[in-house]
């Protein structure tokens, strides 16, 4: 198939590029490396030896968008690109709006031209704010406590709207949750700038030794050791779920939203342990104060994906832990070192 790859360059959309060159399919990467290297993708070259197209563009700047998909002519979008970060949304909440919303809006206009009927969105678990009953399925009503989940559920339904006027149209919207880990090669990983916002990012920073100690924000939560818990999945399984949203894709017409989790809780002490065990490194914290905005625990009902999609979620904990870990080993400054 021809897809068009938006954040291609991005860690989520990097690790998806490898899995679709890796199928045969052909792809157009566009991505203006806001948040991102063009390194992870000379990187990506070199794990499957294979090429694609890239487009250096802002996904709101509409008329080139319309031009390259139209001379393109994808079969399906997978739409990455986008702004991630909880804390900046509150801060930038235009920037946001703008970026994930308008940007949408953009593309989906510029698949109408190429005449494009699917896509796939890259929505988070965020959607669903606080937990009203746990694991969270996808009927859990869709309330955003932060902005940058406010964009996500506002495109989730732009999408919706987008898909009702044409029977032709289909689109999978993927809730995902911790996504975690490096591709098995060590060539690729997640690259944050700057101090990281997630847990394993930070911790890989205090294993290399470029930070002294990880914050671990509550250790009074109601959970079995007091520390926050998440349903951490492997990058490389959430990859997978995109392949397999495709071929789902390709037989059915309208939208279905689905939870991408392992379907089982970490705790961030369990995540510190595991990490120390996979690296052979000791990983010095200290207790902090809750993070506000943080929920207790967040764990994903991934049934209807694991069913529908003939999708699992199976690597470890530790796999996760391990893949970081000889990513971190052989860049321990990311793409740039
Ligand atoms: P990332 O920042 O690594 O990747 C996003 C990519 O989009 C980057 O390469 C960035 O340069 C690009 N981009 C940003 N703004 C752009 C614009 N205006 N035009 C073109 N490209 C632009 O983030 P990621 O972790 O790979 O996340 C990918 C997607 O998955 C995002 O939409 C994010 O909201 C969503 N998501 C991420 C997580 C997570 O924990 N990482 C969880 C749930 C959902
Ligand atoms: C995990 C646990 C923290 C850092 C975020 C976004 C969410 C989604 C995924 C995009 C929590 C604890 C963390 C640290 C800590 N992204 N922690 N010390 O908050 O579940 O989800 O990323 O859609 O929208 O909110 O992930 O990795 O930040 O935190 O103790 O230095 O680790 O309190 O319990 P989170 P996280």
């Known amino acids: 198939m021809r897809v068009c790859l938006t954040g291609g ?20 990467v566009v991505d203006n490396f806001a948040n991102s290297s063009p390194k992870s993708l000379d990187q990506v070259r070199i794990i499957t030896r294979s090429s694609f197209e890239v487009l250096d563009q802002d996904i709101c700047n509409s008329g080139v968008l319309s031009e390259a998909l139209s001379s393109f002519r994808p079969d399906i979008v997978i739409h990455c690109a986008g702004l991630k970060a909880v804390g900046e949304s509150q801060e930038q909440p235009l920037r946001y709006y703008r970026t994930n919303v308008e940007g949408s809006i953009s593309l989906l206009e510029a698949m109408d031209q190429a005449g494009c009927q699917r896509i796939i969105f890259s929505s988070s678990a965020t959607v669903y ?20 989940g406010r964009t996500k559920a506002m495109i989730e339904d732009i999408i919706t709207d987008w ?50 100690e990880l914050s671990i924000f509550g250790n009074d939560y109601d959970t079995r050791d007091g520390t926050g818990v998440r349903d951490y999945i492997h990058i490389t399984d959430l990859a997978d779920g995109h392949i397999a949203a495709m071929a789902f894709l390709e037989g059915n017409q309208g939208v279905e939203t689905f939870n991408l989790g392992a379907g089982e809780g970490s705790s961030v002490l369990e995540v ?66």
């Not at 700057?194 to 847990?199: M, Q, S, T, V």
């Not at 470890?316 to 990513?327: G, H, N, P, Q």
């Open 9 to 28: 360059a991005g860690y989520i959309g990097s690790h998806i590029l490898v899995g679709l060159l890796e199928d045969g399919h052909d792809v157009l």
């Open 129 to 148: 704010g606080t937990p009203r009953y746990l694991p969270y399925d996808e009927a859990h009503p869709v309330a955003p406590v932060n902005v940058y």
């Open 163 to 212: 898909a009702a006027t044409d029977p032709g149209r289909s689109a999978a919207l993927l809730r995902y949750f911790n996504p975690v880990g490096a591709h098995e090669s060590g060539e690729i990983g997640e690259d944050p700038k700057g101090i990281p916002n997630n847990l394993v990012p930070y911790i890989a920073d205090v294993a290399t030794g470029m930070r002294t």
């Open 272 to 337: 510190v342990k595991a990490f120390s065990r996979a690296s052979n490194q000791s990983i010095s914290y200290v207790i902090k104060p809750r993070r506000d905005g943080d929920v207790s625990e967040s764990v994903a009902n991934s049934s209807k994906a694991n069913d529908v999609l003939a999708w699992k979620a199976d690597r470890t904990l530790e796999a996760m832990c391990a893949d970081v870990w000889r990513w971190r080993s052989r860049y321990p400054r990311g793409f740039d070192g």
